[in-house]
């Protein structure tokens, strides 16, 4: 499963929440965030201010497919839930930001395996760039409102995109629905998965 959505629209919290409650119902659960841990992500992690467009884009893109084959898809196979803080969704919005073609972007990222579920966090971009102050940027792509604006506006076509292309979206409100509300929500969609029978391996 994985968490996207705008800077401030609660995606860090919700994980961590997520992780806690689906532990304490008796599932195996493994929590991963992108750009991953490992060095490559690192390096796109913390090299926003040195790397942008197409050389960020393709650093992001690099370390999703070392993720995939190092962390997620081996926890996968040791029959975990797999929660992604970050996923092909944030591609779609950051790079786009960063000037990047969505056709560009698509194609480095049309390897990456489809989630089981894609949750996508959504909010008022003047809650988001409220949360954003109080909480402190992360990085250039967190610049008060009119960024929370842009990035809205880029998650709605992502949503829209990633949907035809058969991603499983789940879009929630976390201004609209309180922090107990979004992790009923999404609990309920990962239980109804849980129970569904099928010969495949889950993707995330």
């Known amino acids: 499963m ?3 959505g705008p800077g401030g629209a609660g995606k860090t919290t919700t994980t961590r929440d997520l992780h806690h409650q689906l532990t304490r119902r008796g599932y ?3 929590t991963t965030t992108e750009p991953s841990r490992a060095q490559l992500g690192e390096i796109a992690r913390h090299g926003t201010d040195t790397y942008s467009g197409h050389a960020l884009a393709c650093l992001v893109a690099a370390d999703r497919y070392h993720h995939l084959a190092t962390e997620i898809r081996p926890q996968l196979a040791a029959g975990r839930i797999v929660l992604c803080d970050r996923y092909v969704a944030s591609s779609y919005g950051l790079q786009r930001m960063d000037g990047v ?3 560009f972007i698509e194609a480095i990222n049309t390897a990456a395996e489809t989630p089981d579920l894609a949750v996508i966090l959504t909010a008022d971009p003047e809650v988001t760039a409220r949360r954003i102050d109080r909480r402190g940027a992360h990085s250039r792509f ?5 960024t929370s604006q842009a990035e809205a506006e880029l998650y709605t076509d992502t ?3 990633l949907t035809e292309r058969g991603y499983p979206i789940l879009a929630i409100d ?3 629905n309180t922090t107990s509300q979004v992790n009923d929500l999404i609990i309920r969609r990962v239980v109804q998965l849980a129970a569904t029978p099928t010969d495949e391996s889950p993707t995330a």
């Open 101 to 103: 073609p969505i056709a």
């Open 2 to 4: 994985t968490i996207d």
């Open 174 to 176: 976390t201004a609209k």
């Open 159 to 161: 949503t829209r995109r």
């Open 28 to 30: 195996a659960v493994h």
């Open 142 to 146: 967190e610049a008060g409102v009119t």
